[in-house]
């Protein structure tokens, strides 16, 4: 090459120059606002199973009330008085455990009732759900596959013919 000319070969430029060094930096700030993201989805996720455990007790601390059910018309007007959101539940008295020849287990997929009479001479059962859900509805393995399933247990006493009797109250719900 003749003297006196320059050649361009090996520059790129201000911006090229600079490239490899803020390559790391751009992997750095991916890395940090990832962590960020990951964790904050974690916290919301702990934050929405926190609300569902307390809509479950404000169920059953409604249902519950002062731990005394008197009867069918009792236990409605409790159910009646609900009004939570946040989970689907399905609520009601048992004597599994109570009874003499009960289980003494529970199993949120075949949840049986008591059954008290009402004051129009039929028998009812004790159970409560949440509402704009089916009066039919069962509980079901299928259903709940990919829910969430919450499953409480509280002691009350049902006074039934002037007789009062130990039970529970249960409490599933799903979200």
Not at 27 to 48: C, Q, W
């Amino acid at each position: 090459m003749p003297a006196g000319i320059k050649t361009a070969k090996g520059f790129i430029g201000p911006l090229g120059d600079d490239l490899p060094s803020l390559i790391p930096i751009l992997v750095g700030l991916i890395i940090f606002f990832s962590s960020f993201t990951f964790a904050f989805n974690a916290f919301d996720k702990r934050n929405s199973d926190l609300a569902s455990d307390r809509a479950v007790l404000e169920v059953a601390r409604v249902l519950q009330s002062n731990g005394y059910i008197v009867g069918v018309e009792d236990f409605e007007r409790l159910c009646a008085s609900l009004n939570i959101a946040e989970v689907q539940y399905l609520a009601g008295i048992t004597n599994a455990f109570t009874a003499p020849n009960g289980s003494r287990q529970i199993n949120p997929f075949n949840l049986e009732f008591h059954k008290m009479p009402a004051l129009d001479g039929s028998r009812q059962k004790l159970s409560c759900l949440a509402q704009g859900m089916d009066p039919d509805f069962e509980l079901s393995p299928a259903f709940v596959k990919d829910k969430r399933l919450l499953l409480k247990v509280f002691p009350v006493v049902v006074e039934e013919d002037k007789i009062v009797k130990p039970m529970h109250l249960v409490v599933a719900a799903w979200k």
